[in-house]
Structure formats: C-alpha cells, structure tokens
C-alpha cells in the first residue's frame, strides 16, 4: 500500500476536507467490528452489555481467553490449521512456480490448450467437486486426513497465473547467459528466476495462506474428529446450539486467536503483497 | 486477463528465432516444458479435472454411499427441481447476488479512487479497509451474528440513536438477507478494492492532467478517462463478484443456519444437506452442475454485456 499519486480531486480545500471526511467515516465503518471484537475480548462479564456499548473496558481482563483454552481443544484445532496452512503455501508455491515457468518463457506444442484450461478453472464454483473428492477419498480411507486438507487444494489456478505474469517480465537474456554458462533450466529457475520475483512469490503465499487458513466447506466436509478439525471448523462448532449460551467474550476471544495468524501474516508482507498486485495483468 | 493472450511483440520474435534452431533443440525443450508442468498436471487431473468429470456422471446415477451406482438419466434433476427446498435455495442465492453485486463494485471502485489520492492517511484507511480479508468465515460469523443482534448488537444500538427502530434482522426472515449481504460487503468489498487500485495506479498521470489542461472537469475525467481504462478490472471484478455470490455458504452456515424460515438458505447449503447429511450423493451432484450452470451463463452474460457498453 505503498506508491501514493498526485492528488487528483483533493487539490480544492473543499475537495480535500471532503476525502478526509469519506475517509474517517470508511475507518469507523470497517475497524469498528474489529475492534469491538478486540475491546469485548478482554471485557469482564460484568461489562459486556454494558449500555450505551462501552469502547473502553473498566476493569480489562484476560479471563475469557483461558476459558476458551480450557473449555475447547483450540491448540490441537490451531495446530492443524497451521500445519494444513503452511503445508498447503509450500506445496502450492512450489507446483505453481514449476508450472508457471514453462507457460511464461518456452515455447512447446499443448501450450495454449493448457493456458485456457487452468484459467477456465478461475471461474469453476468447487462446490461441485467437493462430492466426487469426497467419494474418492473415502474410496481410499484418506477422509478425515492432512492428505485431504493440502493436496487436493495445491493445483491453484490463481498462482499460476499471477506467477506466470512475474516470470514473463524477466529478460531473456538472463536465461540465455545462465544456460550459456551451464545453469542448465533448472538451474535457471531455482538461482535467478525465483529470487528476482519474490513479490510474485510473497502475494501467492498470502492469498494461498489466508485462503487455506479461512477455508470452511471443504473441511467441514472432510474432517469429522478434533484430531484433523482445523479452527474455521471448530469455531463454528461454538455458535451452532451449545455455543448460544456461550459469553460473548469468549467468542470475541476465539475470534481474535483465530484471526492473529493471518493479520499478522499479512500485515508482515503487506509491502510485497500490494507490489504483487499491481505487477500483474489484472490491472487495467 | 487479456494480457496474457497479447504477448510482448519482442518476446515472440525471440520465440520464433528460437523455433528456427532446429528440431532436437525444439523437442528438448519440450520436454523440459512437460517436466517442469508434470506436478501440477498430476493434481490438476486427479483433484480438478477427474473429480469435474465424476460430478457430471454422478449426477445422472443413483448413489448412496453403500450400494452400487446406477444410471437413472435425468431423474436426479427432475427431482431437485420438483424440490421446493432447492427452488428457494436458488431463489434465496439470486437474492444474494442482486444484494451484493452492485455495492461490491461501485463501492470497491469508490474505495479504490478515495484512497488513490496522495492525502496523508490513505495507506493506513487501505490496510483498515483491507484487514477483514484476513478474518475467517466463522470468526465473521461469530461477530456480525452479535453486531445484529436485535437486543445487545452495535448496528440497531446506533441505528436507534438516529431514530431507527430496532430491527431483528437475523431473526426477521425480511432482514435476514440484507444482513448477510451487509456483512459480505464488509468482509470482501477489499478484495475489489485492491483490483481496482492497481489498474487506477496504471492509468498515466499525463492522460488527467491533459484533459485538465482542456478544460475537462472532475467527472468528465472519470467518465471519459477512467471508466474506459478500467474496463478489464472491471470486467474482472463484476465475474468474480456474481461467481463468489452464487458459491455463498459459510455466512449463512454460521450466522443463520440457513433460517429464519430458510429465508438464507442457499445452493451451496443444499448440496451440503442433500450429499452429506442425507447421503443422496446423485441429487447433490445434479445441484453443483446446476450451481456451474448457473454461474457460466452468468459469466458469458456479463462478458456479453461487458463487450456492448
């Protein structure tokens, strides 16, 4: 969220007080859930439906957090999203930037076809392979697993697409200078390639990353044991009856815990991530 | 995406120079080409392409987990259209659609041109606008069912002070809905927003400040220079839009259970019912080609639309 350009509308006073206005009130309406889901979560019981809503916490208390741990098995469901998380980014990351190479610098007969047909994946709804997965997997006792959370997830369209992007902006005569000297393709890739477009790299691994950590359908689907549940899964557990007499501030709690990874995540490649963006073809 | 078909002029130059190097040369790099695709072939095939495949042939058998399948034709679809369960599904999905198509691309283009101004502040309300992206379905869930709750929520307790009268929305099937689509719009507006921002960061300075020059108001600027420029986002944006309103699913899983009165239940909701709690797995098969269905004639209908403007 870096390169800022000439202000175009605000040059008038009236023009710029009226930006500044918008933008207070864009603040309020889009950090207002956010940190009331903050300010709840350290509010004693006494607080939460204080009237009118308290911004503030009186008396701040770290209490309905160590509820949430003692009361659901929130490690084991934190540990299987990480490790479903990261597991699924590595694996993606190295798939797509393998696939993307080809497609962006070689010249080979099939290529057009398989172009069209990763990119008609972006429009595919995957609610519709969720049925077939499921039997097959289950064909294969591989149900309830960390196989079924990353594998299947790892063939991302998405990637390929912005990485081919990436990799196409790279000069040609980088590649002819290192096969010259006997980098061979792979070496290529591995020692020039992939370093030079690490912004590239860094925006699949957030999108891939947030997009494995938030993801609910398939492992509502494909997990039925706490051993292999991950967060999304468990947490909505804690809404659905029991969870309904269940204090607010826990829930505001589970959802901070829930959201620390990838805010962070995101706020420590933020820089990458915006540059990624905007070096790809989606822009206009 | 339609930069990926025109290709830099020097590049293919360098291509064909390279096709005329002979054939061994040509073959080897094919080879090459196909090694470095292979693992991604692979899952493309057994994980996306096989499971699209099995989903339409699912969807004209009878299949119930245990027995073996059986081909009925078209008796699946004729029996998910003769459920009225999954014509207000579809209904219900439309309705969600219409709600948040409009508002996630005007307002994502409205984000992206206020925070695309060299004003102080503009990288911070970016990162606030951007930071629900990274909250996960149920955790939005979790919070927006308590922000609409009709008695304790912030949204009727600030409605009331400028004189509105509480509303039930989550529990009122009229407001359940809305409630969803305003929570959608909140939680991935920024996604369209960040499209938007990189395609108005490609547009040239020189470009406004001529029309400036020219005498070419504020408006007239948007209308006759921005608003061409950002066609392909804008295509971009509006599929991906109506394709992720169809897919919605976890918002209504967790905030309302599908309910009040199934007023947000939606297709995604009665594939799930149909194939994993009532194990019909043909009639839920026949939903999500139905589902494609839906979301390619929408897609063709807005590329359609998006070449007549």
């Known amino acids: ?284 | 995406m339609t930069s990926l078909a025109s290709q830099p002029a020097g590049r293919s130059r360098a291509r064909r120079a390279s096709a005329q190097e002979g054939g061994a040369v040509r073959s080897g790099m094919t080879l090459a080409a196909y090694l470095f695709l292979s693992p991604y072939l692979a899952l493309f095939i057994a994980f996306m392409l096989l499971p699209t495949l099995a989903a339409m042939g699912i969807s004209f058998m009878r299949w119930d987990i245990l027995g073996a399948p059986e081909f009925i034709g078209l008796d699946n679809y004729r029996q998910i259209f003769a459920d009225p369960l999954f014509l207000t599904a579809i209904r219900n999905t439309f309705y969600f659609v219409f709600l948040t198509a409009i508002p996630m691309v005007v307002l994502g283009l409205a984000l992206a041109m206020l925070l695309d101004q060299k004003l102080k502040g503009t990288t911070f309300v970016r990162t606030v606008v951007f930071l629900p992206y990274v909250v996960m379905v149920s955790t939005v869930g979790i919070l927006w069912g308590w922000l609409f709750d009709k008695g304790t929520g912030l949204v009727n307790y600030y409605l009331t002070t400028i004189g509105i009268e509480p509303i039930a929305w989550l529990k009122d099937p009229h407001w359940s809905m809305p409630a969803l689509a305003i929570t959608a719009i909140w939680w991935t507006v920024n996604t369209n927003m960040i499209i938007f921002l990189a395609a108005l960061q490609d547009i040239s300075e020189e470009l406004h400040d001529a029309a400036t020059l020219d005498g070419a108001g504020p408006w007239q600027r948007f209308v006759y220079i921005t608003l061409p420029l950002l066609r392909p986002a804008m295509a971009l944006v509006t599929a991906l839009t109506i394709i992720n309103g169809w897919r919605v699913f976890g918002q209504a899983y967790v905030m309302t259970q599908g309910g009040p009165e199934a007023s947000t239940f939606v297709i995604v909701q009665y594939i799930y019912l149909t194939a994993f709690q009532n194990f019909e797995m043909g009639p839920a098969a026949a939903a999500g080609v139905v589902l494609l269905l839906i979301t390619l004639v929408f897609s063709l209908a807005q590329m359609k639309l998006m070449k007549a403007i």
């Open chain 1, 1 to 284: 969220m870096q390169d800022q350009r000439s202000n175009r509308a605000g040059k008038s006073l009236g023009g710029r007080t009226l930006a500044y206005v918008l933008m207070i009130v864009v603040t309020a309406l889009w950090g207002a859930p956010i940190l009331w889901m903050l300010v709840t979560s350290i509010k004693p019981e006494s607080e939460i439906y204080a009237y009118p809503p308290a911004w503030i916490p009186d008396a701040p208390t770290l209490e309905a957090y160590g509820a949430l741990f003692q009361r659901f098995p929130m490690l084991t469901w934190f540990r299987n999203s990480a490790v479903v998380g990261i597991l699924t980014t590595v694996l993606t990351l190295a798939v797509d930037a393998l696939a993307a190479y080809p497609l962006a610098r070689m010249q080979f007969p099939g290529r057009r076809v398989i172009m069209g047909v990763i990119f008609a994946t972006f429009l595919l709804p995957y609610e519709l392979l969720f049925v077939p997965l499921f039997l097959g997997l289950n064909s294969y006792g591989l149900v309830d697993s960390i196989f079924s959370l990353t594998v299947p997830a790892s063939a991302n369209a998405f990637g390929v697409f912005l990485l081919t992007q990436f990799f196409q902006a790279v000069p040609r005569e980088l590649e002819d200078a290192a096969i010259m000297d006997g980098c061979g393709r792979f070496g290529f890739f591995w020692r020039i390639l992939l370093p030079l477009t690490k912004p590239g790299l860094a925006t699949v691994a957030i999108f891939t990353f947030v997009a494995s950590w938030n993801n609910f359908f398939w492992p509502l689907i494909a997990t039925n044991s706490d051993e292999t549940r991950t967060l999304p899964v468990g947490l909505a557990t804690l809404v659905g009856g029991a969870g309904m007499s269940m204090k607010q501030s826990v829930l505001m709690a589970s959802a901070v815990v829930a959201t620390l990874p990838t805010a962070l995540f995101f706020l420590a490649l933020q820089r990458h991530f915006v540059r990624g963006i905007a070096a790809t073809g989606i822009k206009g």
